[in-house]
């Protein structure tokens, strides 16, 4: 059973910095493309960024982009999100997702990741 595990979310002050790690098992993370998506109170959830597995070719939403990078560890089964310059609208529940193994589908899309983690709380005051 995959299981993905997120962790490191907290309270910041606009400006800082914030790095979240999500910890995969029972998957097959070197062929999996990870993804992390956010929701905010009252509004959907959407893309933030996501990483292709063997390439690690990354994605970001336009928000984000130059602020907010993702990486992985294969050795470790780990996909992080580092967050600088965080911005009050940067607050939400932050979700980690994982697409099936060989997946190669549009990445901002949240039908193409079949695994999601449980999510860990953001909270950027201003």
């Known amino acids: 059973q995959v299981q993905l595990v997120e962790s490191g979310g907290g309270l910041v002050q606009a400006g800082d910095s914030l790095r979240i790690s999500c910890a995969i098992s029972?998957?097959?993370?070197?062929?999996?493309?990870m993804g992390w998506f956010r929701q905010a109170p009252g509004k959907a959830r959407e893309f933030v960024a996501a990483?292709?597995?063997?390439?690690?070719?990354?994605y970001y939403s336009d928000s984000v982009k130059g602020r907010f990078t993702i990486s992985r560890d294969n050795a470790k089964d780990t996909v992080f999100l580092r967050m600088n310059s965080l911005k009050p609208e940067d607050t939400g529940v932050y979700f980690c997702a994982a697409a099936r193994p060989d997946f190669y589908g549009i990445v901002s899309d949240a039908s193409g990741f079949d695994y999601w983690g449980q999510g860990t709380q953001v909270t950027v005051s201003s």
């Open positions: 029972g998957g097959t993370f070197s062929r999996q493309t």
């Open positions: 990483i292709r597995y063997r390439s690690d070719t990354t």
